[in-house]
């Protein structure tokens, strides 16, 4: 096979992170894997990199300010409080506030997005990032053990350099995170194999197709359990190869979940190694752009085995390597046969005796038979500049020079939104069904449940139990003892009484029908609450 320039990026922290006691996802299970890597000498074979983690303001791209301000600052001890007993930002069982959370985050991204930036830039043809691959995380919500979406943040920096991308997941799980991204866009098609009917998500039917613009680019393939390597084989080659003759990708973007191998803790497919690697061979043969995705898998020694074996299929060398394991750091594990193998079992495959496969092959060949009358879609392109202006002419940040409007508008910015949660109008005080100041808990807003009348709930379902839970469509989750905002809840981290005054050339903040307020005091006292005995319009400033 013709070679490859292969990069492959590892933090070697990554492996020190974990969810808790008991929680199937083990981030060790990388570290697992770059060991055996290592053992058998792939290392010297690929550009080997340590990513550079990314920065909040880099998954600001795609989450929202407030959930990564929430990753940023939530710890076990205050995540009760920080999730307004988890109804926001973290739902459900799922995804716990460990340790470092923020950190193991941004060691994810940052691979993807290093990747993505590897391949946009012609410096490797194949790039490799196992710490990512989280596809189920939303935009401002955590989901199946996923916080942020790497691939997401990938494709973004992707569609800077391509005009297309292709999404593949062979994941046991549907990637509804990724396809809920881009459903709307036809510069990025989705193509999701997964187990459905009653199993975490519980979307990916073939009915999503996309909307809009992007109607048609999400392809679904629902399968049932027990798929084999040959049931698979015989789905994915024609769906995929139809995809590339239609499509046109630039770049293609594969999660290569291994919890849709055999024998997994939480998947029920029975994939065997080989199985599972034959989408990474079938789409080196293509020569596009390739990026390489962890993602799930429970089972730490065959997540381990097929990771190190599909490295070993980016570089070509699938063929050449000792099916007997090397001697390793973690080589005990992998008893009692030691070899670098995953075999089946004797599951039996639904897709095949009730010939449902058949169906749904056919269904998603003439979901793309309906896109092969238009052309690729194409968008106009123009380069990219290396770096910004701003570094490019030698301003960095040390050197950065701020007036005294900067000054004012960036301490304006920090007070506002430190102020979010704790700071509320009158009008709001008011209004009987606005948020009450519990003084017990300082910062903690609770709502009159008894004054609002019930809300309509939506589905949500847990990857641990697989069983389902009501969130109330309009942002609040009602309990026995309070409603409290949680998904929906409209965004108010802009909207804020204060503003920049030209005439007196400061910043004021507007209260009812007095002209406004003196920052600096109402700074100094730590928000907008009047002690007792003071009013408004001693902060009042003259206009």
């Known amino acids: 096979m013709s070679k490859r320039r292969v990069a492959y990026y590892y933090d070697p922290d990554v492996g020190a992170y974990t969810y808790g006691l008991g929680h199937p996802m083990k981030p060790h299970r990388i570290r697992v894997t770059h060991d055996l890597v290592s053992a058998y000498d792939m290392l010297g074979k690929m550009h080997v990199l340590r990513p550079k983690r990314s920065t909040p303001e880099a998954m600001t791209s795609f989450h929202t300010d407030e959930y990564i301000h929430f990753l940023n600052r939530v710890t076990p001890e205050t995540a009760e409080e920080l999730t307004y007993n988890g109804t926001r930002f973290l739902v459900g069982e799922d995804n716990p506030a460990f340790e470092g959370v923020f950190e193991f985050c941004s060691i ?104 809009g613009k992007g109607k048609g680019y999400a392809v679904n393939v629902p399968l049932k359990d027990g798929l084999t390597d040959e049931a698979f084989r015989s789905v994915f080659e024609p769906v995929v190869a139809r995809i590339l003759e239609v499509f046109k990708p630039s770049a293609v973007v594969l999660q290569c979940g291994a919890d849709s191998l055999a024998g997994d803790k939480l998947g029920c497919f029975n994939v065997t190694m ?110 990219v500049p290396k770096e910004g202006l701003g570094e490019h002419l030698g301003f960095g940040k040390s050197q950065e020079v701020r007036d005294e409007l900067d000054e004012r508008l960036a301490q304006h910015a920090r007070f506002v939104y430190n102020l979010q949660d704790s700071d509320t109008t009158s009008e709001e005080s008011d209004d009987p069904e606005s948020w009450d100041s519990d003084e017990s808990t300082n910062s903690r807003r609770r709502y009159r449940s008894t004054r609002r009348p019930p809300a309509p709930t939506t589905k949500r379902m847990s990857l641990l139990t697989n069983r389902y839970f009501d969130i109330h469509e309009d942002g609040f989750c009602q309990n026995e003892y309070t409603s409290i905002p949680a998904k929906g809840t409209k965004r108010k981290f802009f909207q804020s009484s204060i503003r920049w005054d030209e005439r007196v050339e400061r910043v004021i903040a507007e209260k009812g029908g007095s002209p406004g307020f003196n920052l600096t005091m109402l700074m100094e006292r730590g928000g907008g609450r009047l002690d007792e005995g003071e009013d408004w319009d001693e902060m009042a400033v003259d206009s």
Not at 197 to 210: I, M, V
Not at 351 to 370: F, M, P
Request: some cysteine; hydrophobic content about 35%.
């Open 108 to 211: 994810s991204a940052g691979g993807s997005i290093c990747a993505a930036q590897r391949i946009a830039s012609g410096a490797a043809d194949i790039a490799i990032n196992w710490a990512g691959g989280l596809h189920h995380a939303k935009k401002r919500e955590a989901s199946g053990f996923c916080y942020i979406n790497d691939i997401v943040l990938g494709i973004l920096e992707l569609l800077r350099t391509y005009p297309r991308v292709l999404y593949i997941d062979i994941d046991c799980h549907h990637g509804d995170g990724v396809e809920e991204a881009f459903y709307t866009t036809d510069r990025v098609m989705t193509c999701s194999f997964h187990k459905f009917g009653e199993y975490f998500p519980g979307t990916g039917t073939q009915e999503d197709k996309g909307r």
């Open 274 to 383: 080989h199985g599972h690697a034959h989408c990474v061979q079938f789409l080196r043969q293509q020569n596009i752009p390739l990026i390489l995705l962890g993602g799930g898998g429970y089972t730490v020694k065959n997540v381990a085995r097929v990771w190190t074996y599909e490295t070993a299929c980016a570089l070509g060398i699938e063929n050449d390597i000792d099916p007997n394991l090397p001697w390793n750091e973690y080589f005990e594990w992998f008893g009692p046969r030691y070899r670098l193998e995953v075999v089946e079992n004797n599951m039996d495959d639904l897709n095949v005796k009730d010939g449902s496969l058949e169906k749904v092959r056919i269904t998603a060949l003439e979901q793309l038979q309906e896109l092969a009358s238009a052309n690729a879609p194409s968008v106009g392109m123009h380069d």
